[in-house]
């Protein structure tokens, strides 16, 4: 019995021309692209759902969900506050402030809607 030789070249891997992801293309899923598609489901903004879901958990008195949506509501300002001082130019003492004055009104208006 005759074995056959293997080729040396790998069936597997290797850089191949038109391999991969199209220059442009879109089905790459986005964090933006989640978020609108929420908002279309829902009919809310995610900042208004995760204000509402906080206002929510302290009429409730539901403190464990409470420190979740401190947390999430934290890391939202925290990305904003980075994206705004990525992006703007001005005094990013002011920025923040500004940011911070922004999402405060939002959760203000939520819990003055719930009373």
Request: proline share 1%; no cysteine.
């Amino acid at each position: 019995m005759e074995l056959e030789k293997e080729s040396s070249k790998s069936k597997h891997g290797g850089a191949r021309a038109g391999a991969g992801r199209p220059k442009g293309s879109t089905d790459k899923i986005t964090a933006r692209m989640l978020l609108d598609a929420a908002e279309s489901i829902v009919g809310k903004s995610f900042e208004v759902s995760l204000l509402e879901g906080y206002r929510d958990a302290i009429l409730d008195g539901d403190r464990r969900n409470r420190v979740i949506y401190e947390k999430m509501l934290l890391d939202k300002v925290s990305s904003t506050l980075i994206e705004a001082e990525v992006t703007d130019e001005t005094d990013s003492a002011a920025a923040k402030a500004i940011v911070f004055q922004e999402a405060l009104a939002k959760l203000q208006a939520l819990t003055d809607k719930a009373k």
